[in-house]
């Protein structure tokens, strides 16, 4: 009878226009009828939600009812008419009560908004357990996300699994995605970038990595530099250590010598100091873990001194910096400080790394003009000019360093201190001794301020506990000019210690000092000791963020940018953009703005839409800041869209505005090649600029520092905050920050050094020494070029007027020729042409080059590099080359080697322009015969 009853409802209800009629069934006694009831309005809940929530309380008696056979279906019903009500919350914990009723597979709309709601809500617990909160997670939410999994699984999607068990804190998750992928190999550079960007709980992070290291030494042929990578980030200098006995002892130290070089270039200084350590301890006793000679190369590599070694050679060798242009900066800006201190950055920045230092030289009387700060930074640019050149440093800048019983100029000592520290960067192991002794014997405090920087420089990163103490009595002697410096230099030898205690000793002085660029000196080294640190500094950033003093509210937004650069956490860009439009205070908006350019350099896409509006501002440091933001985070991509934003404001009516953005447009367009359709405008905006001698003082100094960026190492070097494997480079995160600071203090503007790369594929054999060898380039050798040089404007000179001569004139002086009419009519009589030559046809370009070793390759370049076929040498670590050291295995070993000289000094080269202009020879020697001159 209740099976007739049905079907008589069902076909009344075939074309229904209301719900009312399927919902009063709910309401008889028979099951059947209920359960009938509840089929059909789960079929038609999507389109009479509205008028079901009306007795949305008869499914949730439904449910509360143990008796009833189909109670699921009902919370089923609920949740999807809760779902559509807005009540998410309510829908969610009513689909958990659904049970299997709750299809995971289903595509609709409201089964992936539960899923997403359950995984957060389940993120959340995990998280709070994770953190030691004593959470009780809901078996039937345990579930659901377990059958996500397994979704996920079924329809082979690892790497959403592997996301979400990262999201969820699964690690037996992330486990079987990478296991059950069938490519672990691919997978885990993935699970790394991943681990890297979004996790950023401290102790699930180290937690994760481990993990993956683990998995890595699984896999065949496993990545050992990944395997690395990782213990970089756990600061485990023991299994690197360990990584490298193992290759030695399986006869892989090619591979070996390969890590290493790629430790040097990522690692600090102190761990690279630990690990040398371990492998001078295991090279020695009676029984030897590592060969004497295999050690000895290992730490020549870790120290640092062949890779510098290498990049100088290559710097010197292809410098192509144009020293035309810098002789019409020159020449333009006469005796104005201002451009003076942009030239001499210019300068320094077109020849960073070549040793070249013509300019200086053939110059001399101009430099010798330069008094007091300015001579200080003109010293201090010889460092970044021979930066890197460690093994010649005190030989170079001696003239400038202090001597014994010799009082020079202060600014010129203090000045070659900090040159000191600029060229020994994050590699001091040689220098920063020097520095320490001549810091602690100087009285006078412009020599202090150099010997802290260039302390700060050269010991970066090396936790130093007996320099750190000696920095800060230095900065409690509270002179404004030293403690600034040693504010900035006590943060670069705790960079990224997250030290409580320095942290609070920082903190407490800018309460006791009145000195205004003390505290910004503190508000800058706040920042660098939480650098890389993420969650661990929050507590300090949002104290930071709330404080009454505007300085350290610039530190708390400098203080996100290092704790997480590269990790664009949408949580604290909101803080930043909230500071931004809402600070009382310019200078707090101005680094709320830029900060976003730190987080959000790995995606430098997604940048323009967060500025776009920012751009547009009323307030121009919000202008400038937006100009900054885009250059740091798009450098080197030339990204037509940032460019399209930057652009427009090289015109903006304020002058501070066109110098960011000038500086913003140089960082994004460095090293892209001639084709580019900005290229060539970009070079003829900057050289208008500069070259106008009414334009204002602050934009002709952004045009001169913008003109030595996109020369920057005699166009060979580029700015990446990120190397190969999305690893964050340390030296030019820390760079890019303080450069940003010579907005108070010009000096610091020579930090940008430390962001300049070489863009170089530099090869070297079993005996660490570069061989002579090509590798092929799959493009046309014009498609990366050089740039053409320069083309300087000249001045038009006035030509002489001819004077006017009547040809009634011409008649009166000439006698009419024969057979002529004095009245016939001067006419011009044709000239014979001369048939012009047949061009040639211009040879059609090849479509690929040979690049003599070190190569330069470009970042675009460097997916179309590859060895030639039937190569002599090919590079042990098989996969895409990279910008860098390349170790090559010989396949002809038997055959005698052609090497590379790098053991004298380069030919200097003193670039396209120079070249032009070399003086003649001089005349041949002759005899004077004195009998000739009777």
């Known amino acids: 009878e209740n099976l007739s009853l049905c079907l008589l409802c069902a076909a009344a209800m075939a074309n229904l226009t209301s719900a009312g009629g399927v919902v009063a069934l709910l309401r008889e006694p028979e099951s059947e009828l209920k359960i009938f009831a509840l089929q059909r309005l789960d079929a038609m809940v999507d389109d009479f939600w509205a008028e079901i929530s009306d007795s949305v309380n008869l499914m949730e008696m439904l449910w509360e009812d143990d008796t009833f056979p189909r109670r699921e279906l009902a919370a089923l019903i609920a949740s999807k008419v809760y779902y559509h009500l807005g009540s998410l919350d309510d829908s969610l914990t009513y689909a958990l009560n659904a049970g299997k009723e709750f299809d995971v597979h289903s ?348 302390l700060g420089l050269a010991a970066m990163a090396t936790r130093n506990q007996e320099m750190y103490d000696h920095l800060r009595n230095l900065l409690h002697f509270d002179s404004a000019v030293c403690g600034e410096a040693a504010a900035l230099a006590m943060g670069l030898i705790m960079l990224g210690t997250a030290n409580k205690q320095v942290i609070n000793d920082m903190r407490q002085y800018t309460i006791d000092t009145q000195h205004e660029k003390i505290i910004r000196g503190l508000s800058v080294g706040i920042a660098l000791v939480n650098y890389a640190v993420r969650d661990q500094a929050d507590e300090l950033i949002d104290s930071l963020l709330k404080d009454q003093d505007a300085i350290m509210r610039v530190s708390g937004c400098h203080t996100i940018a290092m704790a997480y650069a590269g990790t664009n956490e949408n949580r604290v860009i909101s803080k930043l953009l909230h500071k931004a439009v809402s600070d009382v205070n310019d200078d707090v908006r101005r680094a709320a703005v830029t900060a976003i350019g730190f987080l959000l350099f790995r995606t430098p896409d997604h940048v323009p839409g967060v500025v776009s509006l920012l751009c547009e501002s009323f307030n121009p440091h919000v202008r400038y800041g937006s100009c900054m933001a885009l250059g740091i985070s798009c450098a080197s991509s030339g990204l037509k869209e940032a460019i399209a934003l930057v652009e427009p404001m090289t015109q903006d009516s304020v002058a501070f505005v066109r110098q960011g953005a000038m500086i913003a447009l140089a960082m994004i367009m460095i090293q892209q090649p001639n084709s580019h359709p900005k290229s060539d405008s970009t070079r003829k905006l900057f050289l208008k600029v500069l070259m106008d001698k009414h334009e204002d003082v602050l934009a002709r100094f952004g045009a001169i520092v913008a003109m030595g960026l996109l020369e920057a190492g005699g166009r060979n070097v580029t700015i990446s905050l990120s190397r190969d494997h999305g690893h964050m480079d340390m030296q030019t995160v820390v760079g890019l920050l303080v450069f940003t600071q010579f907005w108070f203090w010009f000096p610091l503007n020579h930090f940008i050094s430390l962001a300049l790369k070489p863009t170089a594929v530099m090869c070297v054999n079993k005996d660490l020494q570069p061989p002579v060898l090509e590798v092929r380039s799959d493009c046309a050798p014009s498609t990366f070029a050089y740039p053409p040089p320069f083309e300087i404007p000249k001045e038009k000179v006035r030509e002489k007027v001819s004077t006017a001569v009547l040809s009634i004139s011409n008649k009166a002086r000439k006698p009419a020729k024969e057979g002529e009419s004095e009245d016939a009519m001067n006419v011009d009589k044709p000239e014979a042409k001369a048939a012009a030559p047949a061009a040639e046809a211009p040879a059609p370009e090849p479509t690929f080059s040979l690049l003599k070793n070190p190569a330069r390759v470009v970042a675009a370049q460097l997916s179309k590099i590859k060895f030639p076929e039937n190569s002599r040498y090919t590079p042990v670590r098989k996969g895409p080359l990279g910008n860098g050291v390349v170790v090559v295995q010989d396949s002809r070993p038997e055959e005698k080697e052609e090497l590379i000289d790098i053991t004298s000094d380069a030919p200097v080269d003193t670039g396209a322009a120079g070249a032009a202009e070399k003086e003649p020879a001089p005349p041949a020697a002759f005899e004077f015969d004195p009998s000739l001159d009777e």
């Open 107 to 454: 595509k609709s709309l409201y089964t992936s908004t539960i899923l997403a709601k359950a995984i957060d809500k389940y993120t959340e617990m995990k998280t709070a357990q994770h953190d030691g909160v004593d959470h009780i997670i809901n078996p039937f939410l345990e579930s659901i996300v377990n059958r996500m999994f397994q979704r996920c699984f079924d329809s082979k999607a690892h790497k959403q699994a592997a996301g979400i068990a990262l999201e969820t804190r699964r690690i037996d998750i992330l486990r079987r995605a990478v296991l059950e992928s069938g490519s672990s190999a691919d997978m885990l550079p993935y699970v790394f970038e991943v681990v890297m960007t979004i996790v950023n709980n401290h102790s699930f992070r180290n937690e994760v990595l481990r993990v993956i290291a683990e998995l890595y030494a699984k896999v065949p042929n496993p990545d050992h530099l990944s395997i690395c990578q990782c213990y970089i980030v756990l600061e485990d200098a023991a299994s690197v250590f360990d990584v490298l006995v193992r290759l030695v002892e399986s006869n892989q130290t090619l591979m070996a010598y390969q890590v290493a070089f790629d430790l040097y270039e990522r690692a600090t200084q102190q761990f690279l100091l630990a690990v040398r350590s371990s492998i001078t301890s295991a090279s020695e006793g009676e029984t030897p873990r590592i060969n004497k000679t295999v050690a000895d190369h290992l730490n020549e590599i870790l120290i640092g001194d062949l890779t510098l070694k290498l990049e100088t050679e290559f710097l010197s060798r292809n410098n192509h910096a144009d020293l035309a242009i810098l002789k019409a900066i020159k020449d333009s800006i006469h005796r104005n400080s201002v451009c003076g201190s942009a030239l001499i950055m210019a300068n320094s920045l077109m020849y960073a790394g070549t040793t070249n230092d013509v300019f200086l030289r053939t110059n001399g009387e101009w430099v010798m003009s330069i008094n007091n700060w300015a001579k200080f930074n003109t010293v201090a640019s010889l460092g970044v000019i021979h930066r890197g050149h460690v093994s010649q440093a005190l030989n170079v800048l001696s003239p400038y360093l202090p001597k014994d019983g010799v009082a020079g100029s202060p600014y010129e000592t203090g000045g070659g201190l900090y040159a000191l520290g600029l060229l020994a960067a994050n590699h001091g192991a040689r220098v920063s001794g020097y520095l320490f002794t001549a810091l602690k014997a100087a009285q006078v405090e412009t020599v202090q301020h150099g010997g802290c920087l260039g």
